[in-house]
């Protein structure tokens, strides 16, 4: 919640909004089956870098470890779609509850830790699952898992999409609500926050819970769409890394931020990958860095700041350089 | 003796060996973040290259790997120090989490240039010596593994000196306190902290070498080594010296022991189970003070 | 009955006695006074009363409520506010929204957050920190900052309010300001721990003057008795006569 957002919403914004989603919903018919899987990958970017943001950008703590609730969507999807014949949207639904579910007991106990300690405890989860999803027979094991084929790609399409606009939609509510305010006072500084009334625990265990539910339904797209899944894949905490980088590179503070970032970064990942592996590792390493150290509080706000760009980085050198 | 205690033993055995190894690596870890305030996600690439670097001197100019430690923690500690004054200083007063994504984004670029440069094939340094034990009594202790230990030792006694009985030691110890008042007493913070990150680094590369000789070397091998600098932080207490050494000794025994009795599988399980539960019960680490962190 | 009554407080720091023995109450309404030298132990006191701190030893009673072990955001709803001596502004909320939240979180809270903002609205322009409301907390000056803590412990809607050393640093038209938005703090009702260093506030504003020294309770009544008390006047200076006020 930063002050002086929310001009946006002027009557040209409207419309610009409004267009793109129309665009959205009618592109499948237009474009190709390369595109659609493009924008679909796109979009789940977009989707895990808003659900990252709810907990880590405006609440203020660095989760590293969403991938396990994607992990837990994705093989609640599987396993109910092959062993119990569920339907795919019931089975996803019911791997967003046990993700929710699951948040809500690990964030009781990982929400009372605070800065480096929260970020390698949630870490730390992640990779015990990850273990534990190669050990157990109900998960496949180490071999993974396959899942039953769909009959058309744009399915994939569509949920990704609707998940990506819950995440949108829960960004742009939350500074509007009273659990915002609690998160926003929790983040900007937590002791202050609690002489004024609010108790910190079971606001932060709604961001974290909602954040580990939009992963979940990540998840179980993911693992319908890819039709395999083994652990090393869903509990990658390569998932986290990126939805936080594309969060900053977009800006923290606004709920088109990360999906900004997300659509850029993805779109220009997907370029340096065709050529290869390497490139795109070294281009993601070299692009963290320039950016932590350039604009860490994400392009957005260099734009937003007036006077050149050049100012913008060095005004953010000072701030931070020793 | 029974061979249920003799099992038992040498278990202990290899826990502590392979716990000297997580001590080694932890060292420079914990330093780093406990004296800088920066959680090097870096930290296992910088164990990577000190390997390679072991392994080519080995292999390029026949130079024995426990002769050349010195000659590689000298080559990192310039690395390091390099790394930290012209990158990492940059954002020493950002939030926690940007230079967190810093180091990650480091690690990348090493990992993946190391990669380009010495391709993904793993490589091992294997001397006349490799291979063989001595027994102690009924146990079995590879002589290598014993080495490293012993090394672990003397480095964490070397380091423990530096920090407490040198002057730079102080410098360091007073700026990892207040480094508001650490600057108002003319002491060069900035290089300070390049000092502090090239010795962590030393340590990194040292570890590495020793790792070579029992353990495949590639590109990739370092993310592992971050996440036990991690565990062993947790669990023996941040910038502590002998927190670093108990940490790493206990979190290979309990790895050992749950590799024996659980299987080979159960070693994140175990190490991050321990390492949720510290946190939860007791944050400083066992060894560790409570630590002021940023952001 | 009294308001707030804390008796036999004991914290101890280690070896350290922060707090030593010290018996207080505070009636309805009343305005009271806490001096004593830096170190004497008042920001603890206050910390123990807030819940930030858990007393060693002693009872906490706030307007019928055993207060012992309840954590800070409880006893904020029961009625207790503070300002904090460095300020603790949300900074990146706008002043508006920092009064907000406790408007949002008190015990008898807005129903929704338009009307937070409402209630706000109305809490700054007491304050006199109307025109900023739009402006980010991070941008106001130390005065300003002091009527935003102000503004968010009245927004509580406490009965009670422990001032932190809410004049330190302010010039002498500043005082007398503070000390008029105080009065109409108090005229509403809320009772007062003032804590501070500038005696002319103390003496104009408090009934009763309690005085801390090394944790210990040395002195306790009006200003003017308790400013010529020997023992006080040794503590701050070890002289025979206080300094006149800023």
């Given at each position: 919640m930063t002050a002086g957002g929310g001009r946006v919403w002027a009557g040209a914004g409207r419309a610009v909004f409004a267009a793109t989603a129309v665009f959205a919903l009618i592109?499948?018919?237009?474009?190709?089956?390369?595109?659609?899987?493009?924008?679909?990958?796109?979009?789940?970017?977009?989707?895990l870098a808003s659900a990252w943001n709810l907990i880590g950008g405006y609440t203020g703590y660095p989760d590293f470890g969403g991938a396990a609730y994607l992990g837990i969507g994705a093989y609640t999807t599987g396993i109910l779609m092959v062993r119990a014949h569920t339907p795919f949207g019931a089975a996803l639904g019911a791997g967003c509850l046990l993700a929710a579910v699951v948040a809500v007991l690990m964030g009781s106990l990982l929400l009372r830790l605070r800065g480096h300690y929260f970020a390698i405890a949630t870490l730390g989860f992640l990779l015990v699952l990850q273990q534990l999803a190669a050990n157990l027979d109900i998960t496949g094991g180490g071999s993974g898992m396959n899942l039953p084929v769909a009959s058309t790609f744009t399915t994939f399409y569509y949920w990704m999409l609707g998940a990506l606009v819950l995440a949108v939609a829960a960004g742009w509510a939350l500074p509007r609500v009273r659990v915002g305010y609690a998160l926003a006072a929790i983040r900007e500084n937590q002791d202050a926050a609690q002489v004024l009334g609010i108790t910190p625990l079971p606001f932060k265990i709604i961001a974290y819970a909602g954040?580990?539910?939009?992963?979940?339904?990540?998840?179980?797209?993911?693992?319908?769409w890819f039709t395999f899944i083994d652990p090393p894949t869903v509990f990658n905490v390569d998932f986290t890394i990126q939805a936080v980088v594309m969060t900053l590179f977009g800006g923290p503070g606004t709920a088109a931020g990360p999906v900004v970032g997300a659509v850029i970064l993805k779109s220009l990942d997907t370029v340096l990958t065709n050529r290869s592996v390497f490139f795109h590792n070294i281009f993601f390493g070299?692009?963290?860095?320039?950016?932590?150290?350039?604009?860490?509080?994400?392009v957005a706000e260099i734009a937003r700041t007036r006077g050149s760009l050049l100012r913008a980085v060095r005004a953010e050198l000072g701030a931070s350089r020793l | 003796m029974s061979v249920q205690t003799q099992i038992a033993l040498q278990n202990a055995l290899n826990g502590l060996l392979i716990g000297g190894t997580y001590a080694t690596v932890a060292l420079g870890f914990s330093l780093v973040w406990g004296i800088l305030n920066v959680?090097?996600?870096?930290?296992?690439?910088?164990?990577?290259?000190?390997?390679?670097?072991?392994?080519?001197?080995?292999?390029?100019?026949?130079?024995?790997?426990?002769?050349?430690?010195?000659?590689?923690?000298?080559?990192?500690?310039?690395?390091?120090?390099?790394?930290?004054?012209?990158?990492?200083?940059?954002?020493?007063?950002?939030?926690?989490?940007?230079?967190?994504?810093?180091?990650?984004?480091?690690?990348?670029?090493?990992?993946?240039?190391?990669?380009?440069?010495?391709?993904?094939?793993?490589?091992?340094?294997?001397?006349?010596?490799?291979g063989r034990s001595l027994s102690v009594g009924p146990l079995t202790l590879p002589i290598v593994r014993g080495a490293s230990l012993l090394i672990a030792f003397v480095v964490a006694i070397l380091l423990h000196v530096l920090l407490t009985r040198t002057?730079?030691?102080?410098?360091?110890?007073?700026?990892?306190?207040?480094?508001?008042?650490?600057?108002?007493?003319?002491?060069?913070?900035?290089?300070?902290?390049?000092?502090?990150?090239?010795?962590?680094?030393?340590?990194?590369?040292?570890?590495?070498?020793?790792?070579?000789?029992?353990?495949?070397?590639?590109?990739?091998?370092?993310?592992?080594?971050?996440?036990?600098?991690?565990?062993v932080c947790v669990l023996g207490g941040l910038g502590s010296v002998?927190?670093?050494?108990?940490?790493?000794?206990?979190?290979?025994?309990?790895?050992?022991?749950?590799?024996?009795?659980?299987?080979?599988?159960?070693?994140?399980?175990?190490?991050?189970?321990?390492?949720?539960?510290?946190?939860?019960?007791?944050?400083?680490?066992?060894?560790?003070?409570?630590?002021?962190?940023?952001? | 009955m009294p308001l707030f009554s804390g008796l036999g407080l004991v914290k101890l720091f280690g070896r350290v006695v922060a707090v030593d023995r010290v018996d207080l109450t505070i009636e309805p309404g009343e305005i009271v006074g806490l001096i004593g030298p830096n170190g004497a132990g008042k920001s603890t006191l206050v910390n123990l009363i807030t819940g930030l701190e858990h007393p060693t030893e002693g009872r906490l009673e706030f307007a019928g409520h055993a207060l012992a072990g309840l954590p800070p955001p409880v006893i904020a709803r029961l009625g207790i506010a503070r300002t904090f001596?460095?300020?603790?502004?949300?900074?990146?909320?706008?002043?508006?929204?920092?009064?907000?939240?406790?408007?949002?979180?008190?015990?008898?809270?807005?129903?929704?957050?338009?009307?937070?903002?409402r209630d706000a609205d109305v809490v700054l322009d007491t304050v006199g920190l109307g025109p900023k409301r739009d402006l980010p907390a991070r941008a106001l000056t130390t005065p300003d900052l002091r009527r935003l803590e102000l503004a968010k412990a009245l927004a509580l809607h406490p009965r009670l309010m422990l001032l932190d050393e809410v004049m330190?640093?302010?010039?002498?038209?500043?005082?007398?300001?503070?000390?008029?938005?105080?009065?109409?703090?108090?005229?509403?009702?809320?009772?007062?721990?003032?804590?501070?260093?500038?005696?002319?506030?103390?003496?104009?504003?408090?009934?009763?003057?309690?005085?801390?020294?090394?944790?210990?309770?040395?002195?306790?009544?009006?200003?003017?008795?308790?400013?010529?008390?020997?023992?006080?006047?040794?503590?701050?200076?070890?002289?025979?006569?206080?300094?006149?006020?800023?």
């Open positions: 592109f499948p018919l237009l474009a190709g089956t390369y595109y659609v899987r493009l924008a679909t990958g796109i979009y789940m970017f977009g989707l954040n580990a539910l939009l992963f979940g339904a990540a998840g179980g797209i993911y693992a319908y070299a692009l963290v860095c320039v950016l932590v150290i350039f604009a860490p509080r994400g | 959680v090097n996600l870096a930290h296992g690439a910088l164990v990577m290259l000190g390997a390679y670097t072991t392994y080519w001197l080995f292999t390029l100019f026949g130079v024995d790997p426990f002769l050349s430690l010195p000659l590689t923690g000298a080559a990192l500690f310039v690395f390091g120090y390099c790394v930290q004054r012209g990158i990492i200083n940059q954002v020493m007063r950002a939030p926690f989490l940007i230079t967190f994504l810093l180091t990650f984004g480091l690690e990348l670029l090493i990992t993946n240039i190391a990669q380009a440069a010495w391709t993904a094939d793993f490589r091992s340094v294997t001397t006349v010596y490799s002057r730079l030691g102080t410098a360091i110890r007073a700026t990892a306190s207040d480094q508001e008042a650490a600057r108002l007493m003319g002491i060069p913070i900035a290089r300070v902290y390049a000092i502090t990150f090239g010795i962590a680094a030393a340590s990194a590369g040292v570890a590495g070498g020793l790792i070579s000789l029992s353990f495949p070397v590639f590109p990739a091998m370092g993310a592992g080594y971050t996440l036990i600098g991690f565990v002998p927190g670093a050494l108990l940490g790493g000794l206990l979190l290979g025994l309990l790895q050992t022991y749950a590799a024996s009795w659980l299987g080979p599988n159960y070693d994140n399980i175990v190490a991050f189970s321990a390492l949720i539960l510290v946190l939860l019960v007791r944050p400083a680490g066992l060894l560790g003070r409570v630590q002021r962190f940023r952001g | 001596q460095i300020a603790q502004p949300f900074r990146n909320m706008t002043v508006r929204q920092n009064v907000a939240v406790p408007a949002l979180f008190r015990a008898d809270p807005a129903p929704d957050v338009r009307a937070a903002l330190a640093g302010l010039t002498p038209a500043e005082v007398d300001q503070a000390m008029s938005l105080l009065r109409e703090v108090h005229a509403r009702g809320i009772a007062l721990l003032v804590i501070e260093h500038v005696l002319r506030a103390v003496m104009g504003l408090c009934r009763r003057v309690i005085v801390l020294h090394h944790g210990r309770k040395i002195a306790e009544g009006a200003p003017a008795q308790v400013t010529a008390d020997a023992a006080v006047i040794q503590a701050y200076l070890g002289a025979r006569s206080l300094p006149s006020t800023p």
